[in-house]
């Protein structure tokens, strides 16, 4: 069977109902663990970053208007985001979780894991989209 596609109105306003959802009580962060994260991991299954500088980011109104990528795609963005580290020990970093205080909601494995060492920076760019084809 074909898969469905979804309208671009339709994507819009799905953008945009994530877009409020990720604006209000979510926190975005990094974990410090080797593990595969899927739709299902729970919160508990991430280690959260220590490294000196660290802290996680709320994302109270980070993400703008939802934006049509090309027909099919919308995505809604927010500034790119820093994390420091300021001194002690280095850490590896295998990818961000977005929670909400009780779930994760979001999160990506990095493709390589990122070593971060006093004076480096390590700087993410969030853009969840909604496509046509994603419908499950």
Do not use: K
Not at 35 to 52: D, G, K, M, Q, Y
Not at 115 to 127: C, E, K, N
């Amino acid at each position: 069977m074909p898969t469905p596609l979804l309208s671009d109105p339709l994507l819009q306003s799905r953008a945009g109902t994530l877009q409020t959802l990720l604006n209000s009580g979510h926190t975005l962060r990094l974990f410090q663990n080797a593990i595969t994260p899927t739709p299902a991991t729970p919160l508990s299954s991430f280690t959260e970053c220590t490294f000196t500088g660290y802290a996680s980011i709320s994302l109270a109104s980070a993400f703008g208007t939802p934006t049509q990528v090309t027909s099919g795609q919308w995505q809604t963005q927010a500034a790119p985001f820093t994390f420091s580290c300021t001194g002690g020990s280095a850490q590896t970093i295998y990818g961000w979780y977005v929670d909400d205080g009780t779930n994760m909601v979001m999160c990506q494995l990095l493709d390589s894991p990122f070593t971060i060492s006093s004076g480096l920076q390590f700087v993410l760019q969030v853009a969840p989209q909604e496509i046509s084809q994603s419908i499950l």
